[in-house]
Nanobody, 120 residues
Framework: QVQLVESGGGSVRPGGSLTLSCVFS?????MGWFRQAPGEEREGVAA???????YFADFVRGRFTISRDHAKKTLYLQMNNLKPEDSAMYYC?????????????????WGQGTQVTVSS
């Protein structure tokens, strides 16, 4: 069982930046970030494989960056140029399979989430 603990959420004005962190108990091939706004389905934001391949949802491409530090067992999501529609609960996830995508089927373990609110 992989344990995941997110941090770094908060409130920010449109155009601002935040960096989310996720500490994990053991490495997985695929790690990613998802988000869920009230009344909406959870959606994939970004994912990164153990080899460093990165995958992004179209709505964050060019604004968000995903990275992982194997030594620190930490996954990051750098979010720039935030928009009100980015407001959501953000979840860290880990997948034990060989494939790595931003689709939920690739992930088996989930954190509790950290809230991001973008508002003026």
């Amino acid at each position: 069982q992989v344990q995941l603990v997110e941090s770094g959420g908060g409130s920010v004005r449109p155009g601002g930046s935040l960096t989310l962190s996720c500490v994990f108990s053991e490495a997985s091939n695929c790690m990613g970030w998802f988000r869920q706004a009230p009344g909406e389905e959870r959606e994939g934001v970004a994912a990164i494989s153990a080899g460093g391949s990165r995958y992004f949802a179209d709505f964050v491409r060019g604004r968000f960056t995903i990275s992982r530090d194997h030594a620190k067992k930490t996954l990051y999501l750098q979010m720039n140029n935030l928009k009100p529609e980015d407001s959501a609960m953000y979840y860290c996830a880990a997948g034990r399979g060989r494939s790595c995508t931003t689709y939920e089927r690739a992930f088996h373990y989930w954190g509790q989430g950290t809230q991001v609110t973008v508002s003026s």
